[in-house]
């Protein structure tokens, strides 16, 4: 009896402890707990990398835009600097050289012309008078194109600094080209001094040219008045006639 007592009583006792002891537990408010998910995290950065790099693309791609109007703007400018007038000027002296030639000029008209009197077959009734005047208007004209051959040469020597000058010029144009209009025209105007070139051979090969034939001319002609000269010469006149010739003027 008195055991079960006193078990009765360790279980009243214990039942008097635990509302003691509960009541602070429930009463605490529960706590939120974070959760780290890896998986998650990884794609998380994955797609903010993905971002980032089509960022980057967006401002390569920008960039290339920019850098191709810079070309753009380049390949559009022009060149700054032009030969065209001093080419142009050394032309033009050729060509006055030329037209004013002495003579006979540069001119098919006249060449037929010339050809039809002073360089033609000369009849056998020309008189010695005729024959000298022609023959020296022959001289006259191979001797003016003699000069006429060594004035275009000598402007063609002048042009030759002149062409120098321009063709160190246009060079360091075309190497300092910043876009490709730029190398075009200075490629360009380097074809225009050849040309120019071109044009002062051209002119130096029709003067020299004119002053040899003038000369061929003059004695192909030369040598028909010798044959009109010697035929008037051996042909039979009347002779000599006598007749009374006084020489003194009588007192």
Partial sequence: ??????????FA?????????????????ALAMIVFDPSNYAQNVLTAARALQQVTNQITSLQNQAQMLINQGRNLTSLPYSSLQQLQQSITRTQQLLAQAQGIALNVQQIDGAFQTTYGKIPMTASSQK?????????QNSVSGLQDAMRVQANVVDNLDTNRTQTS???????????????????????????????????VLA?????????????????????????TFLTPGAGYQPGNVQMFHGN
Avoid at 1 to 10: N, Y
Avoid at 181 to 200: I, S, V, Y
Avoid at 207 to 215: F, I, W, Y
Wanted: net charge positive; charged share 15%; glycine share 6%.
């Fill in 1 to 10: 009896m008195i055991i079960r007592r006193s078990r009765t009583a360790l």
């Fill in 13 to 29: 006792t214990s039942l008097l402890v635990i509302p003691a002891v509960l009541p602070p537990m429930l009463a605490a408010p």
């Fill in 131 to 139: 024959l000298v005047i022609d023959a020296q208007t022959r001289w």
């Fill in 169 to 203: 010029a246009l060079v360091g144009q075309s190497q300092g080209a910043v876009g490709a209009l730029q190398a075009t025209q200075a490629g360009n105007q380097l074809l225009a001094l050849q040309a120019q070139q071109l044009a002062d051979i051209t002119a």
């Fill in 207 to 231: 003067a020299n040219g004119r002053a040899e034939a003038l000369l061929q001319a003059e004695r192909a002609t030369a040598v028909d008045q010798g044959r009109v000269q010697r035929q």
